[in-house]
């Protein structure tokens, strides 16, 4: 993964969550060819946006419900609703304990969890599930597949 990765660029991920969900915004313009490859505990994303490609592959930080999870894309977002298999607070998106600067926190999405009650749809305007796409069709496995299976 790593020899593949570094002919692509790695875009800005911007999270927050909910006792129940983690939201991912992805800013990248008319973006194309996008793949997307989310398991129990991972998730790969590669696509190309101003004739650029992008990429990651990250072990999430706990586990996640692939068919309740969904995304969608805009002309200038992807975003992601991971729906959590255990309800409660995360300390980070990813296992990886170490400073990620590609990773930064959503403060336009972000709500403490004492805050959740009174300010849980706080940023969420045009997050609308309904309208989104569901991972149907991927299983449902934490296997090391990454981006080999895109």
């Known amino acids: 993964v790593i020899s593949r990765m570094l002919n692509s660029q790695h875009p800005i991920l911007k999270w927050a969550e909910?006792?129940?969900?983690?939201?991912?915004?992805?800013?990248?313009?008319?973006?194309?060819?996008?793949?997307?490859?989310?398991?129990?505990?991972r998730i790969a994303f590669k696509g190309?946006?101003?004739?650029?490609?992008?990429?990651?592959?990250y072990e999430l930080h706990a586990l996640v419900a692939v068919a309740e999870s969904k995304w969608d894309k805009t002309g200038f977002h992807m975003r992601f609703i991971l729906a959590k298999q255990e309800p409660g607070w995360w300390s980070r998106l990813v296992k990886?304990?170490?400073?990620?600067?590609?990773?930064?926190?959503?403060?336009?999405?972000?709500?403490?969890?004492?805050?959740e009650a009174e300010e849980g749809a706080k940023g969420m305007a045009g997050w609308d599930p309904n309208s989104?796409?569901?991972?149907?069709?991927?299983?449902d496995s934490d296997d090391e597949g990454g981006l080999d299976d895109l």
């Open 48 to 57: 190309t946006s101003d004739k650029k490609v992008f990429e990651f592959d």
């Open 132 to 139: 989104m796409q569901g991972f149907g069709g991927q299983e």
């Open 96 to 115: 990886d304990t170490k400073k990620n600067t590609y990773i930064q926190c959503d403060w336009d999405k972000w709500v403490d969890e004492d805050e």
């Open 18 to 41: 909910r006792k129940d969900k983690v939201f991912i915004t992805l800013e990248l313009r008319d973006l194309v060819d996008e793949t997307v490859n989310l398991t129990e505990g």
